[in-house]
Structures are given as C-alpha cells and as structure tokens.
C-alpha cells in the first residue's frame, strides 16, 4: 500500500525515482508523482492519476535534471483518487513530502495551520503535514529540528520523505508505524518504503526502527533514535539473487505464482526437514525449552492470513492436543483478551509490516504472552524484528495482490509449528516420520494438481455471468473455502462466500438457485458422507455444483454437478493442495470477465495503515 523512493545522488535522479515506483505498482495504487530540485534551484513537482507510466510521460515531456528528488505511488485514503490529491504535497514552493500512513489528527493541525495563513488545495492528511513541517522548520531554522518538532504533534502512523528547498542537498525521513529503510550507495544514499524498489542501485540497506529519523545526502547518512550502533554495523547486505519481476511465459503474475508454488514450499522446507524428522531449532535456539512450555496458542493474522490460520487451528489441535485461537488482528488489538497461562502467540503476514498485525504484536509484547512467533515472508520487515521467534517462508517475492504462493508456504510453516510443538509436549509425537514424509512429497503433489488447469479454465465460463457464489467446506477444508471464495471476489469482484457445508440450511440454502454456482471442496476423508448430503440439498433446489474432489469419493458427474478430480491425499497435508484449484479457478473467471488480474481495484498488496 503506497510506496516511497527517494535520492540524492550526483547524477539525474528522475529514471531511479521512475523505476523505483515502477518496482512498487504490485503494492496497489492509483495514483503517482514526483519532485526534484533542478539545476535552477526550483522545486519542480509532477503528478498523475493512473499508473506510474503515465507520470513517466509527463516527465519525460518535461525532461528535467536534478540530483535530488522523492516520489510516491498512492493508495487513496483521505480523499479521492485525483491529480490534486496525488503526492508529493507541497507547502509553497519551498518544502515537498511525501507520506504513507494516516495522520489521526489532521483535522485539529489543519484547523491551527488554517489560522498561521496556510491554504490547502487538497482533502489529504498529508497536506496538513508538509504545511506542519514548513512551519517548524521555519520556526527552527534547522531542516532535521523542524521535521522532529512538527512530528512530535503528530497522532497516527507515518513513514515520510521531504525535501527542503533551504536545504539543497539533503532528505529527511522518518517511520512511525509504517516501513522505511535506506539504500546505502558509492556517492549517493536513498529512502525507500520497500528494499524492492532500490534493488538495481544497491544491495545495502538499513531497516529504519520505529520512531528514527534519518537525514542523509548523497555523501553521508545520519540516523537518530534510541539504537546506538553506527550506520555502517547496521548496514545488511541482501544477496545477490533478485527474485524475477518479469511474467515470462505467463500473461499475468497472478498465474506464474501459482505455478511458482511446488519450487515455494521446497524452499520453505529446505533446511528443515530430516528424513524422518523436523530438525531441531528452526524457530530459535530456545524452541525446546520454550515450546515444551506452550499449553496454548493464539493466532492473529489479516486477508488470506487469517484463513491459513484457521486451518492451522485444526493441526494444532489434532496434532499437538494444544488448544489454538485464531483471530482477526483488527479486532483483538481492541478488546480486553483473556489468556491462558503460557500461550504463544503467532502473527502470520506476507509483508511483515501489515498494520494491524504489527500492531496486535506489540500489544501482545505488554501482556503476559509466553513468547511470540511470526511467520513471515519478508525478512528485515518489522514484524520479524519485533517477535521473539520467526520461521520464515521462502515463497520469493509476490507481486499479485492476491495471495497465492506465500498463502501455501504459510500453511507448511504452520504445519511444521504443529508438528515440532507436539514433539516437544510431554506425550511426545509418535507418528512425526509419517507427517514429515506427506511435507517431502508435497512438492510434487502440487505439481500434479497444476494439471487440472484445463478442466478449471473451462468451468470457468459457468462464472461469467454471474453475481453471487458460494463455496463450501468441511473440517480444514471450510478455511479452504472462504479462501476460495476470497480469491474470486478479490479479482472477478463476483460476490463470493465460504461457508462450513453444514451451515447451508442454517440460511445460505435461501440464496441458492440455477444462478448460484455452488463450489464444494470434497476430498474422500472422514467428513465426505456429511458433505455429500449437504450437496444434495443444493441439487434439491436447482442449484449447480462445482466439486473438487478425489476418484476415491466416487462423485458422478451431471448437468448440474460439474467434478475437478485430484489425487488421493492423506487428510493433513489435503488443505494446502486443495487451494490450487480454487486459485485456477477465481484467476480464469477474472480473466474472462476482463478484469486487472494483479492490480485488482481498491486493493493494496501491503496494508500498512489501519
């Protein structure tokens, strides 16, 4: 969500602040801009609605030269998606910002400003804090001093970038709630939201803490806050390997991380499987000690997250015998939690930086957790820094905002989380060979089920014309469900629920009929009578089924019954192939209907505000 890059440098910056924002656009945004200080000294400002090769037309028309200069893609929240909007926003011709986050009190700061003489041209809390920095710079007459002041009256979340007229060759930046790092360069140094965005100009980078500022030139870097080791020892050096931002073969991101998913989770369990066995200490040196001390575990996650924690309530519950809460970051960070003695809590994010996670993560650091754990794609993001434990997925870089490969690494690390918390519980896991044995052979079943594909793409025509659908699951595979029905509504914008099957006649039944896909998720397992007896009460009532199923479950095929078979799976490791065919299938109906499979409307990749 919203991206910043910034760069002061001894050459033209305009190209790296272009493709800095260009590396960006998979985080969601509608509108883009830049400034510069020219050779003339003036401070030259570009905006445009739309996407970010629209403003590098406007530029390129302009061609302008500067060493110095910021730029932002933006994700409306306080106002509309405009021009006037867009940042970077100015105060005068003399300072320019720009911001992720939200400013919770920009109506009282706006109305103070107001009365000192400033005019506002926009709706955007953002205005309301580049005038609150001019002002405070002017009354300091020190760029860094001014910037502190003006935050120090600041309530909300942020992460900035401003240049300063007065101030020619330098940036300031600072985080409070939202990501910032810099980019370390031979004779230039830069700011960035995401690492991502700096990639092709360096490989070092400095993860800014919550509550620094930095002021940096092209020759030197300052960093203030409470850390007292020196720019250079916190200087990290990503490897060489940049993961591939091209498609390919493939006509969208979406696709390639779908077929991406089998290579993902032998990353994931790279290094962590034994034969027979999940090798000791891959959360942290302290695992045994600590997770022979968990008698609960609470999970909090967003989106997509959150439903990969709700399959992992079953695993850890049948697997462990530990009992497992799952719940929506936004909404326990604002109530009272009562907690069992030695819970472990567990934040689940792609990003590492998704804001209401973050936030139920240091809430939960002042109660009396037992420890915390993340689960994370991202290293160096905040969420990993501040958790006591992490295992990592390895799903590479995700560019479409719909999760795909970084939702099923989620499920192998939770996976191998039930399975080391069980071994180090008192009774010990006795069948942990056989668990590990369904990880290793995860891999290729997953690429057997990419073959289905064509049956997928085909039934997604049954879509097209469609308003509404259901999906439904039972046991793991109800999680299963509503991330399915997530994936449609999320790039088709076909409204979709998931539902447990046997919730159908406790309402759903209502809304079913010939123009109600029904989509089932039916693997042969303890479960599949019920299931089969909730799907008859669809057919009673004109409805069309989809089910995705194994040939075990002895389904027969019909006008109104339409089957995706699957190979035979054991029961654990079924959920995480069962989300293959749901992603094939919400992607082929999105392409059908026309829709912007990666860049789906309203949408961000990274929620980094409340």
Same mark, same amino acid.
């Given at each position: 969500?919203?991206?910043?890059?910034?760069?002061?440098?001894?050459?033209?910056?305009?190209?790296?602040?272009?493709?800095?924002?260009?590396?960006?656009?998979?985080?969601?945004?509608?509108?883009?801009?830049?400034?510069?200080?020219?050779?003339?000294?003036?401070?030259?400002?570009?905006?445009?609605?739309?996407?970010?090769?629209?403003?590098?037309?406007?530029?390129?028309?302009?061609?302008?030269?500067?060493?110095?200069?910021?730029?932002?893609?933006?994700?409306?929240?306080?106002?509309?998606?405009?021009?006037?909007?867009?940042?970077?926003?100015?105060?005068?011709?003399?300072?320019?910002?720009?911001?992720?986050?939200?400013?919770?009190?920009?109506?009282?700061?706006?109305?103070?400003?107001?009365?000192?003489?400033?005019?506002?041209?926009?709706?955007?809390?953002?205005?309301?804090?580049?005038?609150?920095?001019?002002?405070?710079?002017?009354?300091?007459?020190?760029?860094?001093?001014?910037?502190?002041?003006?935050?120090?009256?600041?309530?909300?979340?942020?992460?900035?970038?401003?240049?300063?007229?007065?101030?020619?060759?330098?940036?300031?930046?600072?985080?409070?709630?939202?990501?910032?790092?810099?980019?370390?360069?031979?004779?230039?140094?830069?700011?960035?939201?995401?690492?991502?965005?700096?990639?092709?100009?360096?490989?070092?980078?400095?993860?800014?803490?919550?509550?620094?500022?930095?002021?940096?030139?092209?020759?030197?870097?300052?960093?203030?806050?409470?850390?007292?080791?020196?720019?250079?020892?916190?200087?990290?050096?990503?490897?060489?390997?940049?993961?591939?931002?091209?498609?390919?073969?493939?006509?969208?991101?979406?696709?390639?991380?779908?077929?991406?998913?089998?290579?993902?989770?032998?990353?994931?369990?790279?290094?962590?499987?034994?034969?027979?066995?999940?090798?000791?200490?891959?959360?942290?040196?302290?695992?045994?000690?600590?997770?022979?001390?968990?008698?609960?575990?609470?999970?909090?996650?967003?989106?997509?997250?959150?439903?990969?924690?709700?399959?992992?309530?079953?695993?850890?519950?049948?697997?462990?015998?530990?009992?497992?809460?799952?719940?929506?970051?936004?909404?326990?960070?604002?109530?009272?939690?009562?907690?069992?003695?030695?819970?472990?809590?567990?934040?689940?994010?792609?990003?590492?930086?998704? /804001?209401? $996670?973050? =936030?139920?993560?240091? &809430?939960?650091? +002042? %109660?009396?957790? !037992? @420890?915390?754990?993340?689960?994370? #794609?991202?290293?160096?993001?905040?969420?990993?820094?501040?958790?006591?434990?992490?295992?990592?997925?390895?799903?590479?870089?995700?560019?479409?905002? /719909?999760? $795909?490969? =970084?939702?099923?690494? &989620?499920?192998? +690390? %939770?996976?191998? !989380? @039930?399975?080391?918390?069980?071994? #180090?519980?008192?009774?010990?896991?006795?069948?942990?060979?056989?668990?590990?044995?369904?990880?290793?052979?995860?891999?290729?079943?997953?690429?057997?089920?990419? $073959?289905?594909?064509?049956?997928?793409?085909?039934?997604?025509?049954?879509?097209?014309?469609?308003?509404?659908?259901?999906?439904?699951?039972?046991?793991?595979?109800?999680?299963?469900?509503?991330?399915?029905?997530?994936?449609?509504?999320?790039?088709?914008?076909?409204?979709?629920?998931?539902?447990?099957?046997?919730?159908?006649?406790?309402?759903?039944?209502?809304?079913?009929?010939?123009?109600?896909?029904?989509?089932?998720?039916?693997?042969?397992?303890?479960?599949?009578?019920?299931?089969?007896?909730?799907?008859?009460?669809?057919?009673?009532?004109?409805?069309?089924?989809?089910?995705?199923?194994?040939?075990?479950?002895?389904?027969?095929?019909?006008?109104?019954?339409?089957?995706?078979?699957?190979?035979?799976?054991?029961?654990?490791?079924?959920?995480?192939?069962?989300?293959?065919?749901?992603?094939?299938?919400?992607?082929?109906?999105?392409?059908?209907?026309?829709?912007?499979?990666?860049?789906?409307?309203?949408?961000?990749?990274?929620?980094?505000?409340?």
């Amino acid at each position: 969500m919203c991206g910043i890059v910034g760069a002061a440098t001894q050459r033209n910056v305009l190209d790296i602040l272009l493709e800095g924002l260009q590396r960006l656009e998979y985080r969601g945004y509608d509108s883009a801009g830049l400034s510069l200080l020219d050779a003339k000294g003036s401070l030259i400002r570009f905006r445009s609605c739309g996407k970010v090769r629209m403003l590098a037309d406007l530029c390129h028309a302009g061609q302008p030269q500067g060493n110095i200069g910021i730029a932002h893609t933006r994700w409306a929240t306080h106002g509309k998606p405009t021009e006037t909007n867009a940042h970077p926003h100015t105060s005068g011709d003399t300072v320019s910002l720009v911001h992720n986050g939200i400013i919770e009190n920009h109506e009282t700061l706006r109305s103070q400003l107001a009365q000192d003489g400033y005019q506002f041209t926009s709706e955007t809390d953002t205005e309301v804090l580049v005038h609150l920095i001019a002002r405070e710079v002017d009354r300091a007459e020190n760029f860094r001093e001014g910037v502190v002041n003006a935050l120090s009256q600041v309530e909300g979340a942020y992460a900035i970038a401003v240049q300063h007229l007065d101030y020619p060759d330098r940036l300031v930046g600072a985080r409070s709630g939202s990501p910032l790092v810099v980019g370390v360069g031979i004779g230039e140094n830069f700011l960035a939201s995401d690492p991502q965005a700096l990639r092709p100009v360096t490989d070092r980078f400095i993860y800014l803490l919550e509550g620094e500022i930095v002021e940096l030139s092209a020759s030197e870097i300052s960093i203030f806050g409470q850390s007292e080791q020196s720019v250079a020892s916190r200087t990290v050096k990503l490897d060489d390997r940049i993961d591939a931002t091209e498609k390919g073969e493939f006509r969208h991101y979406m696709l390639k991380e779908i077929y991406e998913q089998p290579a993902a989770i032998v990353q994931t369990l790279q290094g962590r499987l034994g034969e027979d066995r999940i090798l000791p200490n891959i959360f942290g040196v302290d695992e045994a000690t600590l997770f022979s001390q968990v008698r609960a575990v609470q999970i909090v996650a967003c989106g997509t997250s959150y439903y990969s924690g709700l399959v992992a309530r079953y695993w850890i519950e049948e697997i462990a015998g530990i009992p497992c809460q799952v719940e929506i970051a936004s909404e326990i960070r604002y109530r009272k939690v009562a907690l069992m003695d030695n819970t472990l809590f567990v934040s689940l994010s792609q990003s590492g930086e998704t /804001a209401d $996670t973050l =936030a139920a993560l240091r &809430q939960a650091n +002042d %109660l009396n957790y !037992l @420890a915390s754990l993340c689960i994370c #794609n991202v290293p160096n993001s905040s969420i990993v820094r501040e958790s006591d434990l992490t295992l990592m997925t390895k799903a590479g870089t995700e560019i479409g905002v /719909a999760s $795909t490969k =970084a939702f099923t690494t &989620q499920l192998v +690390d %939770l996976l191998m !989380l @039930a399975i080391t918390l069980a071994k #180090n519980q008192p009774a010990g896991l006795a069948n942990e060979g056989q668990l590990v044995r369904h990880l290793h052979s995860l891999p290729a079943t997953v690429e057997k089920v990419l $073959t289905v594909e064509p049956v997928l793409k085909k039934l997604a025509e049954f879509f097209v014309d469609k308003d509404h659908a259901l999906f439904l699951g039972r046991g793991a595979h109800y999680p299963i469900a509503m991330e399915g029905a997530l994936k449609l509504k999320e790039i088709s914008y076909i409204h979709a629920e998931g539902y447990p099957a046997g919730e159908l006649k406790h309402g759903p039944l209502a809304l079913v009929d010939e123009q109600m896909p029904v989509v089932c998720v039916a693997p042969s397992d303890d479960l599949l009578e019920k299931v089969k007896s909730n799907l008859q009460e669809v057919r009673a009532r004109g409805g069309r089924l989809f089910v995705i199923t194994d040939r075990q479950a002895a389904f027969s095929e019909s006008d109104d019954l339409r089957i995706v078979h699957l190979p035979e799976l054991d029961p654990v490791i079924a959920p995480i192939a069962y989300v293959v065919p749901l992603q094939l299938l919400a992607y082929h109906v999105a392409v059908l209907r026309g829709t912007d499979v990666d860049q789906p409307r309203n949408l961000a990749k990274s929620v980094t505000v409340e």
